[in-house]
């Protein structure tokens, strides 16, 4: 995982920060979602499971573990022609 160091100046201007909050860029597409550390390990999980849905998890856990770069770059180029 990696770690953003939060300066006062950010810290002041994102607030308390109490509860899960959806960090968005000026034209509104997410950049990511942040838990704060007095969510428990449960929390997340919920959190994480109400995102996905379990046939997306069966679909994933079916997929080949690894591609090639050519696998990689054909099945881009088909979620770009839809």
Not at 8 to 15: E, K, P, Q, S
Request: glycine share 4%.
């Amino acid at each position: 995982m990696n770690r953003v160091l939060v300066d006062d100046a950010l810290r002041a201007t994102l607030g308390d920060l109490q509860a899960q909050a959806e960090f968005c860029d000026q034209a509104g597409r997410v950049l990511g979602y942040f838990v704060p550390a007095k969510d428990d390990l449960h929390a997340v999980r919920e959190w994480i499971r109400s995102r996905i849905s379990d046939e997306e998890l069966e679909r994933r856990a079916q997929e080949p573990a690894e591609r090639t770069t050519e696998e990689v770059l054909k099945r881009l180029h088909e979620l770009d022609a839809r």
